[in-house]
Structures are given as C-alpha cells and as structure tokens.
T-cell receptor
Framework: DAMVIQNPRYQVTQFGKPVTLSCSQT?????MYWYQQKSSQAPKLLFH???????NEADTPDNFQSRRPNTSFCFLDIRSPGLGDAAMYLC?????????????FGPGTRLLVL | AQTVTQSQPEMSVQEAETVTLSCTYD???????LFWYKQPPSRQMILVIR??????QNATENRFSVNFQKAAKSFSLKISDSQLGDAAMYFC?????????????FGKGTMLLVSP
C-alpha cells in the first residue's frame, strides 16, 4: 500500500560523518523532491528531479547532494552534517510539475546529528 | 516571489465543532493553485483540498471546505464536525501555473488540537 517509502525513519549520525537518506516510490511518478523541515517550520525544498534532470534550489547548501539512479529511487547525501542539519527530511513525488498536480509525501526521516 | 502566511501557530477545537484555519498569500500572478496539506504527528503529509484560482466556486471535500477570496488573497480552511483524527499540523501552500514547471511554497503551518 505504501506509495512513498523513506528509510530509515530515524537516523543518527556524527558531526561531519557522511550520511545517506533513501526514498523509493511505487507510483512511477516522474518527479521526486527532497524537503528539509525543521521543528515548527514549513518544509523547505532542497532540490527535485524531473526524470533525470536535477534541479537545485538556489539556497541549498553544497553540503547536500542527491542521486536518482532510476525512476523508483532517490537518495539524499549529506556530505558533512553539521548540528544545523538536524531536521526531518521529507521525500515527495508527483506525476509532473503542472500546477494542479498533487505531491505525495513519504513519512520522513528524522536526522539527529551528534 | 510568492509568500504564504499562516498567522495562527495553533488552534483548538472540540469534537463535533467547526474550526477555521486562516491563510493569506502574496502574488502578482492571476492563475495559480492553492492547497491545504495535513501532517499528522509522525505520519506523512497528505493533501486535504485544492483550489484553482480562476474557479470562483469554493472547493469542498466532505467535511473540509475553503473560503477563497481572490481579491483579498485569502484562502481559509473550514473543518466541520471536527474529529480527533483531524488533529495535525495544517499547511497552506501555493503553486504557480504560469511556467508549468513550478514548486510548492508552504506557509509555516497551524497546529490543530482537537479535544473530546
């Protein structure tokens, strides 16, 4: 039943130690998004893939990278996590990027940086 | 750039009562989409309701309805007959249609508390 799956649900990493978060989808959607959501704040878009085309938001730090090896999977790599990167990371998908398209969200991965 | 403002960080309602969550936005565009998303504790965000700006009729989905005032740039969500399961963070969001290639802009959210 699950349509957008994120693993793990909770991730603990050490300051400066690279970490990878994963997202998979069973919807066969063209677009996959990564959002960062800090406590009591709105989700902030980091980047998205439209098929294989990668689109980085202007203010996304270089520390954040993404890979999409195929339609179903997308990864968020944080090369050197800082304390300020502790947040919920949400993956979402949509069929395309037309205005009316619904985004389907995963349950999120909560990242803790020690 | 578009902005979305939710001025109520938290709202409370009793079961079976009605509550209205406020949202205002700023844009220079004439056509766009507005959304309300619900994020229950520890669960994924889901779409509650969607409104296209050129449609004058307010969208309705069962107990959820919107009051869309285009001139005032206001998009409030009314939840009727509130249920315990409605307790969640609610996000208002804006999306342009002009380029066919646009992303969601979210407000900061309103936490809805529902008491028995």
């Amino acid at each position: 039943d699950a349509m957008v799956i994120q693993n793990p649900r909770y991730q603990v990493t050490q300051f400066g130690k690279p970490v990878t978060l994963s997202c998979s989808q069973t919807l066969n959607h063209n677009v996959m998004y990564w959002y960062q959501q800090k406590s009591s704040q709105a989700p902030k878009l980091l980047f998205h893939y439209y098929d294989k085309d990668f689109n980085n938001e202007a203010d996304t730090p270089d520390n954040f990278q993404s890979r999409r090896p195929n339609t179903s999977f997308c990864f968020l790599d944080i090369r050197s996590p800082g304390l300020g990167d502790a947040a919920m990371y949400l993956c979402a998908t949509s069929r395309d990027m037309a205005g009316e398209e619904t985004q389907y969200f995963g349950p999120g991965t909560r990242l803790l940086v020690l | 750039a578009q902005t979305v403002t939710q001025s109520q960080p938290e709202m409370s309602v009793q079961e079976a009562e009605t509550v209205t969550l406020s949202c205002t936005y700023d844009t220079s565009e004439s056509d766009y989409y507005l959304f309300w998303y619900k994020q229950p504790p520890s669960r994924q965000m889901i779409l509650v309701i969607r409104q296209e700006a050129y449609k004058q009729q307010n969208a309705t989905e069962n107990r959820f309805s919107v009051n869309f005032q285009k001139a005032a740039k206001s998009f409030s969500l009314k939840i009727s007959d509130s249920q315990l399961g409605d307790a969640a963070m609610y996000f208002c969001a804006y999306r342009s249609v002009n380029s066919g290639y646009s992303t969601l802009t979210f407000g900061k959210g309103t936490m809805l508390l529902v008491s028995p």
